[in-house]
């Protein structure tokens, strides 16, 4: 019945949610030292966004898919280089003419061992078939599915620690009920050694009580150990520093969540979910990338120009040893015959990763409607279960103060006592559980909802 280990989620106290479940006291010692942060479910939510190295990751990821995407568009601006350089050739033997007079003897080739050259370059595409506009199209695409994998991871993020901060708050307050149940134990074992005493109870009844009282400390001792593991997955979570213990400030309580549409929620996830909306994104970038392999079959225009001023310019005949200045302008049109294949091949490999990303948009959209369907039945069946343990608690409370005064009175053994104590504790026990169900359940709802 309460033995209670650290993979279930722990959960209130047969008198109903604690004030605050942080205050819970436990046999472990040690282990509850430390500094108390006391903490919201919101500011936990807010502290683990940023502290989660995987939505660092996935900003990175984004950061460079936004470089990308500036990249491509540079694509369309012109390039300007700039050149300088100095070149120290061996001495040559000079060519000289001899001309009529009075012009007399001539150099053509002079021996200049220095050179040195600048030169300013421009280049800037004409017409590239849709090269272009296809890069900046896939490129801007790659940029918004970067950014809804942001969206889904932070959204993941969420749930993750929604689901960790309620896991020890439902610890906490399974370990409250196990301490009061331990409590009630004591007494009961206190009074049947005293009836034991005066002859007006046999001995069996008082180890009945003690074995059972023993079943609960140790349930309450695991219950502790279940405390600590799932404070410090939550701190690991937040990002904190050893030592800081995290004290839940929201206390475990019923819900009433508007039961909606189940076609209509469908119908949200599918236009708020950003797996799909990423999902898009890449499909409409390999449909860009497919475009682009095909304008391999296109011509490509470009203009370059350009300015040199170099001592010698080599491009004045005859040398001579002084700086002069040259430029040039062309226009240029380049046009491939035949590349064995490697085009169709290009087009072929993005047509089929475009459909790839195709076929599992269709199989996302199928997943989320089948994990809505599901998350809207858990929520409703975790609202009935908490009806139903909610009466279940109301009920065994009733049967334990029938059984204690009937017990005292003389009239019912103590077994039927320990009984109604036994049940008294399970139903606490599942009372909690129902109440962290029904939170779990609404978290993951929201996020098969995308929202």
Known sequence: LLSIGPSLPLAASPE????????????????????????SLEEAITMSRAASPRLGALRALSDGAEAGLRGARAERL????????????????????????????????????????????????LYTGGRVSGLITAADRERQAAGSDLAAGSQDLVLETSAAYWNLVTALESEKVLRET?????????????????GMAAKNEVLAVQVERDRAELALLRAAHAVEVLRADLARILG?????????SEPL?????????????VREARSSR?????????????EARSRVAKAGRLPEAHFSAGYDHANPNRRIFPFSD??????????????????????AAEVARRSAQAEAARQELED???????????????????????????????????????????YRAGLIPSSELLDSEIAMARAGLDRTEALSHQRLALAALHRALGR
């Not at 109903?16 to 903490?39: H, I, K, N, Q, T």
């Not at 061992?113 to 030169?119: E, F, G, S, V």
């Not at 009961?188 to 005293?194: F, G, N, P, T, Y």
Request: with cysteine; proline share 7%; glycine share 8%.
């Open 16 to 39: 109903g949610p604690a004030e605050d479940p942080a205050e819970a006291v436990s046999p472990c010692g040690d282990c509850r030292g430390g500094e108390a942060l006391s903490l």
């Open 240 to 248: 904190l520093a050893a030592g800081i213990r995290v004290a839940p």
């Open 274 to 286: 950003p797996e799909r909306a990423a999902l898009q994104a890449r499909i409409e970038a390999a």
């Open 364 to 406: 996302l959209e199928r997943r989320i409607e089948f994990e809505v369907t599901r998350r809207h039945l858990d929520l409703q069946t975790a609202t009935l279960a908490v009806d139903v343990a909610e009466k279940g608690l109301e009920s065994a409370r009733e049967n334990r103060r029938v059984a204690s005064d009937r």
């Open 253 to 265: 309580e019923r819900l009433d969540p508007r039961m909606e549409d189940l076609a209509g929620l």
């Open 78 to 125: 012109p390039m300007l280089d700039v050149m300088a350089g100095y070149t120290r050739y061996s001495h040559v033997p000079e060519l000289s003419l001899s001309l009529p007079l009075p012009a007399g003897s001539q150099t053509i080739y002079p021996d200049i061992p220095d050179n040195y050259a600048a030169r300013l370059g421009l280049a800037l595409p």
């Open 182 to 198: 331990l409590g009630s134990y004591d007494a009961h074992l206190s009074d049947a050694r005293q009836r034991e005493r005066f």
């Open 322 to 343: 002084e700086w002069q200045e040259t430029w040039d302008a062309s226009v240029g049109l380049s046009f491939r015959l035949f590349d064995g294949g490697r085009t």
